[in-house]
T-cell receptor, first 113, second 111 residues
Framework: EAQVTQNPRYLITVTGKKLTVTCSQNMNHEYMSWYRQDPGLGLRQIYYSMNVEVTDKGDVPEGYKVSRKEKRNFPLILESPSPNQTSLYFC????????????FGSGTRLTVV | QKEVEQNSGPLSVPEGAIASLNCTYSDRVSQSFFWYRQYSGKSPELIMS????GDKEDGRFTAQLNKASQYVSLLIRDSQPSDSATYLC???????????FGQGTELSVKP
């Protein structure tokens, strides 16, 4: 089944403790992206990647890191999480053509206390 | 000015009616436009894409694009209670990986 898989689905952590949210896709997509979704603010793009070793900032990259060492994986790293990073995070991927929309993973609900 | 704007709603329509959802965007060079549906607690699901002026139909859904007016809309014919969800408009303006979302319109279809 074609899908984007994120792990974990739920995560509660403490301020300052480094964490990684994994994302993997099995559709051989070139583009991958991370979004966060907050009430009243909607979906905001954190980072995206056009291919292996090629990444760019979205609208809210502060406090996040990403890497794209393999085509199928695009982990999101929070090196020193803070409470304002409590959010619902989505990973997404799409093919090369610009008229392809992103396919989203199931989401990761992160709480930083 | 937000890059992608939608009325937040809620928009309430009776079952069987046409639901009309609207979206405007600010970047005139935007290339591709998408409508996503998001049920509460679920991830966004792509339902329509459009990149040429005019109408594009897929089943009960019709997307309309007017680049001169920087306006894109989604019509849902014969609305069903199962269509009750938040509808997100998204705009890709540089053919790259950046995809900007509006805040979504909540649709409620009453039986």
């Amino acid at each position: 089944e074609a899908q984007v898989t994120q792990n974990p689905r739920y995560l509660i952590t403490v301020t300052g403790k480094k964490l990684t949210v994994t994302c993997s896709q099995n559709m051989n997509h070139e583009y991958m992206s991370w979004y966060r979704q907050d009430p009243g603010l909607g979906l905001r793009q954190i980072y995206y990647s056009m291919n292996v070793e090629v990444t760019d900032k979205g609208d809210v990259p502060e406090g996040y890191k990403v890497s794209r060492k393999e085509k199928r994986n695009f982990p999101l790293i929070l090196e020193s999480p803070s409470p304002n990073q409590t959010s619902l995070y989505f990973c997404a991927s799409r093919g090369t053509a610009s008229n392809y929309g992103y396919t989203f993973g199931s989401g990761t609900r992160l709480t930083v206390v | 000015q937000k890059e992608v704007e939608q009325n937040s709603g809620p928009l309430s329509v009776p079952e069987g009616a046409i639901a009309s959802l609207n979206c405007t965007y600010s970047d005139r060079v935007s290339q591709s436009f998408f409508w996503y549906r998001q049920y509460s607690g679920k991830s966004p699901e792509l339902i329509m894409s459009i990149y040429s002026n005019g109408d594009k139909e897929d089943g009960r859904f019709t997307a309309q694009l007017n680049k001169a007016s920087q306006y894109v809309s989604l019509l849902i014919r014969d609305s069903q209670p199962s269509d009750s969800a938040t509808y997100l408009c998204a705009v890709n303006h540089n053919q790259g990986g950046k995809l900007i979302f509006g805040q979504g319109t909540e649709l409620s279809v009453k039986p």
